[in-house]
C-alpha cells in the first residue's frame, strides 16, 4: 500500500513560482510511475507531467517549458517546480503513482492518489 501526501501549495502572483512536493510511502515497487495531475474548479482531472522509473518525464502542452517534475535519489520523493506561472495554473495539485506503467493522459491508470494541494495565482 502506497501514501502519498502533497506539500508545497499556496497564493502567488501571475509570473512567480512554487515548488510542490510529494512525498510516498511504501514498498518502491508499488510506486514506480508517478505523475502530478491538477484538477480545477469545475473541470476535469488533466494530467500535468509524469516520470517513469527510469527517469523519462512527460508533460502536458500546457505547462512544457514551464514546469520540471523530478525525483530524489531515494525515489520517494516527487516534486513540482512550477515557473512563470498563470492565472490558468490555478487548481488543486494531486500526486499519483502506479507499479506498472501508466500515462499521465489516462487519470485512472494511476492507483494511488494524494490528498492534493491547493495552487492559486492571481
Known amino acids: 500500500h502506497v501514501q502519498l501526501v502533497e506539500s508545497g501549495g499556496g497564493s502567488v502572483q501571475a509570473g512567480g513560482s512554487l515548488r510542490l512536493s510529494c512525498k510516498a510511502s511504501?514498498?518502491?515497487?508499488?510506486?514506480?510511475?508517478m505523475a502530478w495531475f491538477r484538477q480545477a474548479s469545475g473541470k476535469q482531472r488533466e494530467g500535468v507531467a509524469g516520470?517513469?522509473?527510469?527517469?523519462?518525464?512527460t508533460y502536458a502542452d500546457a505547462v512544457k517549458g514551464r514546469f520540471t517534475i523530478s525525483q530524489d535519489n531515494g525515489r520517494k520523493n516527487l516534486y513540482l517546480e512550477m515557473n512563470d506561472l498563470k492565472v490558468e495554473d490555478t487548481a488543486t495539485y494531486f500526486c499519483?503513482?502506479?507499479?506498472?506503467?501508466?500515462?499521465?493522459?489516462?487519470?485512472?491508470?494511476?492507483?494511488?492518489w494524494g490528498q492534493g494541494t491547493q495552487v492559486t495565482v492571481s
Open positions: 511504501g514498498d518502491e515497487s508499488d510506486h514506480k510511475y
Open positions: 516520470m517513469e522509473i527510469y527517469g523519462d518525464t
Open positions: 499519483a503513482a502506479n507499479p506498472d506503467p501508466a500515462t499521465i493522459e489516462i487519470q485512472w491508470s494511476y492507483l494511488y
